[in-house]
Each structure stands twice: as C-alpha cells, then as structure tokens.
C-alpha cells in the first residue's frame, strides 16, 4: 500500500526528467536526510551517490547554514533586485576576491543554472552586439529555452524549433569517437582544428558566444584531453568570441577547485553557476562576468532582471556554505580522495566485463557500461527487455545507493564531506551490484 504522501505527489503533481510515463515513473520517497544518507518512508538508508543531482556538495544537515538561513528569514527575508543589502555585498565579494579566476570582477545572481546561463547567453549578445551561439553536443545547460537550445542532448528534441543561430559544435569526448589518437595532444589538434574550421564558416564576427561544460556533467563526466580548454581560449579570443564556462555542475569544489577551468588555468569571460554554491540548501545561481563585460554595463544600463534575483535566503545560505567549504578544507579532502576514486574505480573496471570506460576527476565520475570493450555499444536493455538504466538505478536503490545516469552510464558524484570509509564501502556495494550488469553482457 502506497503512502497518502507518495500517492499525492504521483496524483497532484509532475516530476521531472522521468524519460518514462508519469504514471509508470515510480520515485524514491525520502522522509530525512543527514550527511551523506537518505532514508526512505520503510527507514531503509541509502547512500546518496549522487548528491541528489550533483548540488548537495555539503551533505545533508549542515547545522551552520541552517542557522544562517534561519537568522536571514527572521531578520531579512526579502528584498528587492534594485535594493541592496548587507550579504548581497558579502557574497559578490566573497565569489570575485578568494574563488574565481583573476579576470572577473561582478556576480549577477539568479535562482538556478537555467537561469544563470539564459542570462549569460543575454549578456554575449548585449556585450559583443553578434546573435551566434556555440554549444556541444552531449551537454546539458538547462531546461529553459535558451538553455534549453544550448543543451546537446538528444532529449533536447521536445523542444524543437530551437531559438535559431544556436550551433552545435563536437567535443572531444574520445571514448566514442570513430578516430583513435595516440596522444592526447593529437587529438586535442583534431578538435581544434574542427571548431576553428566551424568558426570560419559559421562567420567568426556573428559569433557572440563560446558555451563549454568545464567538465561535461550529466552527459557522462567527460574530460578533455590535454590543452583542449586552453586551446578553445585562444581561439575565441582571437576572433572575440567569449568563453562561457558553465560551471553548475563542475563547480564549487566538485573536481577539486572552486571551478573546473581554474584546473586548467583558463580565464573564461563569464562562468555560470548554481547548485554547489550553497550546496541547494535554498535555490541559487549566478553568473560571473569578467573586468571587460563589467565596464561595458558600466557605461549602459542592465535592462532586464529577476524578482528573486539575490534572494536573501540563497545568499546567505550561499555564504554559509562556502565558509563551511573553507572551514571543513574541503578542497584539500577532494584532492586527496581523488587519486583514490580514481584507483578504485579502475579496479571496478577491471574486475568487471560490463564496464567499458571509468572517468573521474576529483570526487565527480562516471561508470560507464558496455556490451562490448573493442566497440565500445551501450547497453540498451537488461535480460528482460527492459530499459537497461532504469533498472540498473533500481539494482542500485537495492544496495542502498542512490544516483542517477544517461544511456548507459551511472554518475559518481557523492556528497564531498564523503570519508574515506564511506567511499570504500560505496565501492564495495557498486562492487555486488554490477555482477547484475556483468550478468547481461554474458548474456549476450
Ligand atoms: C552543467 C549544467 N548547467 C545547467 C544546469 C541547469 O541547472 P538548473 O537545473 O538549476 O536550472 C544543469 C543542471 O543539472 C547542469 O548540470
């Protein structure tokens, strides 16, 4: 018997990204959550691999942003976007003195990352006066409709017509592609050479804007091989073209700095964010835009805006949560456990005949499962016919770990307060529940 409570959500409201019916989709109700667990309506506890959707980086029941958003509502629940108030302040400084890259200088906020990255897409435009978007493909930006057009997905095609002048360009996300390089370095040239090839057709004085995943998120946590990114900066600023990092995913200490780029040591001209920057504990996001982009609003008006643009409760949570970060050196912690993801990972790699590629980069990874190691085909469905993600979601629920995918590929992405005893023990769970996986390949 369904709870009154599941039961309502099913009848009374629409879930998101269900990729199945509504009345077939059957979520996972979480009554309480602390740390790295949640626990559903039976009590049974699950590790929440995912951090929800890669947005609880802090963990659950942070006892210091509560206080802090509890103190915002009772002294300040609101104000208006053309006001200004005490940690509106706080937090733009906080983000441009001790976070981004050199070259920024001003934070707008938002409430989300479809959002932060609408704004950006406005804000090319408005700066470089060009109407062209470039974006990959297997990305994902949001849901909104220029988000929505900057996101490479297959899934996008619900939203057809996308606004026009949104251009796809391809990635190198190397584990499926048709070419084998001996170096990262070759390939690195091929996709250069490529997107420079597209610039030139596409009229590099129509481009305005250049969007990449700093590292590709729910796509399948794709890394670039060496030089890309660097590579992808000197182009767009050869033919002013500005470089948007969007950072909603990969930021916040996700891959073991404040942004993916600062890895990499790019200077983008804006960076969009959300999730991570106050670990969800109230809705956030925001974009970053650099020195440049910030006289050009110096001297013309910003003409558009959102009522919660800066909402008190995001900020201060947001602040909160930072100081949490720094206070907790998560940063240090991240780059510790990394190496040990990534050995871990590898070993499950080995161990298994149904895991194709592992991909990892500080406590953000992927498992991604394949038919077969030399074509590198996906897995579709299980045994039964049945759509193969889904149930392997499910296998996993059964082990007590709780994440989310694409195609046939599970994200890594757990809490960054995760210890190294609770990363063992994910693996050893992963560990018995991919012989289900294992189980279809030698089937096959
Ligand atoms: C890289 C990236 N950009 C943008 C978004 C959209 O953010 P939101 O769902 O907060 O609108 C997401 C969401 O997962 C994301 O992963």
């Known amino acids: ?85 005490e940690q509106r302040g706080e937090l733009g400084e906080i983000l441009i003195e001790e976070i981004a890259p050199k070259n920024m200088q001003k934070a707008f906020f938002t409430l989300g990352g479809s959002d932060a990255n609408e704004f950006a897409i406005r804000i090319a435009k408005t700066v470089t006066g060009r109407d062209k978007i470039f974006s990959k493909y297997e990305s994902y930006h949001g849901a909104t409709y220029g988000a929505g057009s900057l996101t490479g997905e297959p899934d996008r095609a619900s939203l057809f017509p996308t606004i026009p002048g949104f251009i796809k360009y391809q990635a190198p996300h190397l584990y499926h592609y048709d070419i084998e390089f001996a170096t990262e370095e070759e390939a690195t040239a091929h996709f250069l050479k490529r997107l420079q090839y597209q610039f030139e057709m596409e009229g590099p004085d129509k481009i305005a804007a250049f969007f990449i995943e700093s590292v590709t998120g729910s796509n399948g946590v794709y890394l670039y091989p060496k030089g890309y990114l660097k590579g992808v900066r000197e182009l767009c600023t050869k033919y002013g ?65 959102l009522t919660y643009n800066a909402h008190p409760l995001g900020v201060a949570a947001a ?54 190691r030399e074509t590198h085909a996906k897995i579709s469905t299980d045994k039964e016919g049945r759509p193969f993600l889904q149930q392997m979601l499910l296998v996993l629920r059964e082990y007590g770990l709780l994440t989310f995918g694409q195609g046939s590929t599970i994200l890594f992405a757990p809490p960054l307060i995760t210890t190294e005893e609770q990363l063992n023990e994910i693996i050893t769970r992963l560990d018995k529940a991919i012989e289900y996986v294992d189980d279809i390949v030698n089937s096959i």
């Open 1 to 85: 018997m369904e709870r009154k409570e599941y039961t309502a959500a099913k009848n009374y409201t629409l879930f998101s990204f269900t990729g199945v019916p509504q009345k077939e989709y059957r979520p996972i109700y979480i009554e309480k959550a602390d740390n790295i667990y949640v626990w559903d309506e039976n009590g049974k506890e699950y590790i929440d691999l995912g951090s929800q959707l890669v947005n609880v980086n802090i963990g659950f029941g942070n006892q210091n942003i509560i206080k802090a958003i509890q103190h915002q509502v009772e002294t300040l629940a609101y104000v208006a976007p053309k006001h200004s108030y």
């Open 241 to 305: 073209i500005l470089m948007v990092c969007d950072e909603v995913m990969s930021g916040f200490l996700r891959c073991g700095e404040w942004f993916a780029c600062q890895k990499e040591g790019i200077e983008p001209d804006i960076i969009t964010f959300a999730k991570g920057v106050n670990s969800s504990y109230a809705p956030l996001g925001g974009v970053l835009i650099s020195k440049e982009i910030s006289e050009y609003f110096d001297n013309n008006p910003f003409a558009t805006g």
């Open 319 to 372: 602040i909160a949560c930072i100081r949490e970060y720094q206070r907790l050196d998560i940063k240090t912690h991240v780059n510790q456990l990394a190496p040990i993801l990534t050995e871990q990972l590898n070993w499950l790699k080995e161990k298994h005949i149904s895991i194709g590629d592992v991909r990892s980069t500080g406590l953000f990874g992927a498992i991604e499962f394949s038919q077969n």
